[in-house]
């Protein structure tokens, strides 16, 4: 592995000194150490979908590279998180994770004008260049010499381009004037390595492997529930052992997973099956197998006057149906029948931005 930080003192670091690779990129190209040359120079940066701040500069690379296309830059982001290494609370503040399906996905979403690459299995120019923090970048001049590595700007103000270290340096090399190595702190989250898998699997089986408890909520209980101001957004799912059962099974895996990526930001969970005193421990068996370790009730039949208020409006079936409540009061997210994983991520973020 090639330490940047051996070079801090000169420009000893040399692009030739990345291993050689070929990898994906989201537009479904194939990139080689070959093509990391650029007419003035090359910039390597590391973004990784899942990490907030790499996602500030995101609307902001189309257009800064533009100019530094112009400028004669030839720009590289690398997404170097394996991302079964990622733990899942840690995919709570943006839309997407870290693999290449989600890669692909996002840039279709921005028509990048820049490779996107796929680094996270081996992390070769990951390794090579030492980095340890999305986001972060390097910049080679024309002879393939690091010449600045660190953040690319202040990500509190991410739209002055002119302020930031990459931008300055740039300029330093366009100005052809001899300038030193220098290097700035980065700030932003772990890049997640394949060697850190094992640990990320010890503390998804500890989810797993939580109590999973279920209580009895009568008409009283369930109103205060509904009503109860809160200080976090909170889900209801109303279900019943006589809906589909791979659409119940389902529904729950997705509730159970989003609750645990979501649960540390705030957002609570609330499930209710409507059900009979005799099928108690059906409902608690399918919710230990769902690993589903939020706030379980079942009730009667007769209890339910205030909790269909909670249902999407024109619609005749009971369940199943889910509903976000937002911190003021109001109705969110409504779900009727199956529950879309990804739908579902969004929203609760949303309802966590928007408060």
């Not at 720009?75 to 943006?94: G, Q, W």
Request: some cysteine; overall charge positive.
């Amino acid at each position: 592995m090639a330490d940047t930080n051996l070079f801090c003192k000169s420009n000893e670091f040399s692009i030739d000194q990345i291993n050689p690779f070929r990898l994906k990129g989201a537009d479904g190209e194939v990139y080689e150490k070959k093509d990391l040359k650029g007419k003035q120079g090359i910039i390597i940066m590391f973004l990784s979908n899942h990490c907030k701040y790499s996602q500030i500069y995101v609307k902001y690379l189309n257009d800064w590279n533009k100019q530094w296309k112009k400028d004669g830059f030839n720009l590289f982001v690398f997404s170097p998180n394996h991302e079964k290494s990622i733990l899942p609370n840690e995919l709570a503040f943006t839309p997407s994770g870290d693999s290449y399906k989600e890669m692909v996905e996002k840039h279709k979403e921005h028509i990048f004008n820049y490779p996107f690459i796929y680094d996270g299995e081996d992390h070769i120019v990951t390794n090579s260049l030492n980095a340890t923090i999305t986001p972060s970048v390097y910049l080679f001049n024309k002879e393939g010499s690091l010449v600045y590595s660190g953040r690319i700007g202040n990500h509190e103000n991410p739209s002055d381009k002119l302020e930031s270290e990459l931008h300055l340096n740039i300029q330093k090399l366009l100005s052809k004037k001899d300038f030193k190595f220098n290097r700035t702190r980065t700030f932003g989250k772990a890049i997640r390595f394949k060697s850190d898998l094992e640990s990320a699997e010890k503390i998804k089986k500890r989810y797993a492997q939580e109590t999973v408890n279920l209580y009895y909520a009568n008409e009283k209980k369930i109103d205060l529930l509904i009503s109860h101001n809160t200080s976090r957004p909170t889900f209801f799912y109303v279900w019943s052992l006589g809906d589909k059962e791979e659409i119940t099974r389902e529904n729950l895996i997705v509730i159970s997973k989003n609750f645990k990526i979501f649960r540390k930001r705030g957002i609570k969970v609330i499930t209710i099956c409507i059900a009979k005193e005799e099928e108690k421990e059906r409902i608690n068996n399918l919710l230990d197998i769902c690993q589903l370790s939020s706030f379980n009730y079942y009730t009667y039949m007769s209890d339910v006057k205030n909790l269909i208020k909670l249902r999407i409006e024109g619609h005749q079936t009971i369940t199943p149906f889910g509903r976000l409540m937002r911190i003021n009061g109001k109705m969110g997210f409504a779900t009727l029948g199956e529950i879309e994983d990804k739908k579902m991520h969004i929203e609760f973020l949303n309802s966590l931005e928007k408060e």
